[in-house]
């Protein structure tokens, strides 16, 4: 999410903490869904409900949901949704529903809980400063049935490099990109924020979903609004793995 909430100086790379996104988030409130990447979300739903094979009663964990776009939209096509995430304040601002505030690298469910996992928009999985990120992955498989499904977006290495922009720092050893981001709350106070991005290539993205016990589908590039089953390039922001276990 961080390339469209603002620029500024780079400083070193490290780790976006817990505290420090739920600082970000608790400023940023509903404010969040202004942005244009929030926009996409009923053509990403019904890609994903397409892809993942979703029908109505089908159990699906959305890790990392923010206030609930994905979740909302999919319980609106009788799929029951658990939504996890860090902030409480995007929790609270998600309205009525299930919602569970917790760590997307221990996550409270038991073995094959749900038919199907979404983490996406780098709400779970790619906030963690290139470290922990494996930890999502076998969590998110250790939580779907066997026969359940799973997709996660991820930002490619490739366009983070390619379209580097002012202020922003690509460390080439970690993968992590970082910027000072500029985020407004619903009253459109300012307040700056660092921001670290994990990118990945999707041949990191296989491997890590092979580990976790994922077997790949697909890896594809996308953009927010835009899913399709388009080969990997370097035009376009992020990638989307859609795999099985």
Not at 184 to 206: H, I, K, S, V, Y
Not at 209 to 234: C, F, K, M
Request: aromatic fraction near 8%; hydrophobic fraction near 40%; glycine fraction near 14%.
């Amino acid at each position: 999410m961080g390339r469209e909430l603002g620029r500024g100086e780079g400083l070193e790379t490290a780790r976006l903490t817990g505290r420090e996104f739920e600082a970000l988030a608790a400023h940023a409130g509903r404010a969040y869904l202004r942005y244009s990447f929030t926009k996409g979300t009923e053509q990403e739903v019904r890609f994903l409900a397409e892809r993942l094979e979703l029908h109505a009663g089908d159990r699906v964990l959305d890790v990392g949901c923010g206030p609930g776009r994905h979740a909302v939209a999919l319980r609106a096509r009788g799929v029951e949704v658990v939504g996890l995430d860090v902030s409480q304040r995007f929790l609270a601002d998600a309205g009525p529903g299930s919602w569970v505030r917790a760590d997307a690298r221990l996550l409270p469910f038991r073995a094959g809980a749900f038919d199907a996992a979404i983490s996406l928009c780098q709400g779970g999985f790619g906030l963690l400063g290139g470290e922990d990120d494996p930890a999502v992955l076998h969590q998110m498989a250790a939580v779907v049935r066997p026969g359940g499904r799973l997709a996660v977006s991820a930002f490619s290495s490739y366009f983070a490099v390619r379209h580097l922009e002012e202020g922003e720092v690509f460390d080439a050893s970690s993968g992590v990109n970082h910027e000072r981001t500029e985020v407004r709350n619903p009253e459109g106070e300012a307040e700056t924020f660092d921001l670290w991005t994990t990118c990945f290539t999707p041949r990191e993205l296989r491997m890590m979903a092979a580990q976790a016990g994922i077997e790949v589908e697909g890896v594809w590039s996308v953009t927010p609004g835009g899913y399709q089953e388009r080969p990997p390039d370097l035009e376009h922001p992020e990638f989307l793995l859609v795999g099985g276990v």
